[in-house]
Antibody, heavy 124, light 105 residues
Framework: QLVDSGGGLTQPGGSLRLSCAGS????????MNWVRQAPGKGLEWISY????????YYADSVKGRFTISRDNAKNSLSLQLNSLRVDDTAVYYC???????????????????WGKGSAVTVSS | SYELTQPLSVSVALGQTARIPCGGH??????VHWYQQKPGQAPVLVIY???DRPSGIPERFSGSTSGNTATLTIRRAQAGDEADYYC????????FGGGTKLTVL
């Protein structure tokens, strides 16, 4: 399972750090992601990190402001949120990724385990 | 960037079959996954790799793709199936559809 924590209330321009603890599986063998959901809106993928941290990607909406990292020794995933804006207000979910190739040799990637989410509110 | 289009809402009578479409350019060349999200809860994977069901997901849930549309089908719809449903593909990054609210009447 995944347990996320660290949300809260902050002012525009502020910072927060989210954490996600994995248990019951070999955390070091999986890619991990952060997905957020603004109030009343849909799911938005925001960041991805490979199992060894060798590759990291961000959505354009958070690039340069958010930083994803992981500590495989501690089975933990983190997201540092800086320069927060009002439109960053959302529930943030950590999620485990699974990838491979299907019968058409087409690459697939999906999120099979999700944390319960951490609420981040940015308001003055 | 790649876009997935879902209707905002779909309604189905109790016990009937609900079909939730997900449109995307040449979506048949991609592998589609589906998530169910109930109010106040995290998303749950209900279909992966177009047609596979994770353990614990009822056989009433199935997925298919034809042309430029993927479809999540829920047979014998129950009140407990009321939720938001999201399709998802990989296109150099994880892409979600906008979500469809399923109402069981």
């Amino acid at each position: 399972q995944l347990v996320d924590s660290g949300g809260g209330l902050t002012q525009p321009g502020g910072s927060l750090r989210l954490s996600c603890a994995g248990s019951g599986f070999s955390f070091r063998n999986y890619t991990m992601n952060w997905v957020r959901q603004a109030p009343g809106k849909g799911l938005e993928w925001i960041s991805y990190i490979t199992s060894s941290s060798s590759a990291i990607y961000y959505a354009d909406s958070v690039k340069g402001r958010f930083t994803i990292s992981r500590d495989n020794a501690k089975n933990s995933l983190s997201l540092q949120l800086n320069s927060l804006r009002v439109d960053d207000t959302a529930v943030y979910y950590c999620a485990r990724g699974v990838s491979g190739f299907d019968h058409r040799h087409s690459y697939f990637y999906y999120l099979d385990v999700w944390g319960k989410g951490s609420a981040v509110t940015v308001s003055s | 960037s790649y876009e997935l289009t879902q209707p905002l809402s779909v309604s189905v009578a109790l016990g009937q079959t609900a079909r939730i479409p997900c449109g995307g350019h040449n979506i048949g060349t991609k592998t589609v996954h589906w998530y169910q999200q109930k109010p106040g809860q995290a998303p749950v994977l209900v279909i992966y790799r177009d047609t596979d069901r994770p353990s614990g997901i009822p056989e009433r849930f199935s997925g298919s793709t034809s042309g430029n549309t993927a479809t999540l089908t829920i047979r014998r719809a129950q009140a407990g199936d009321e939720a938001d449903y999201y399709c998802q593909v990989w296109d150099s990054m994880t892409v979600f559809g906008g979500g469809t609210k399923l109402t069981v009447l």
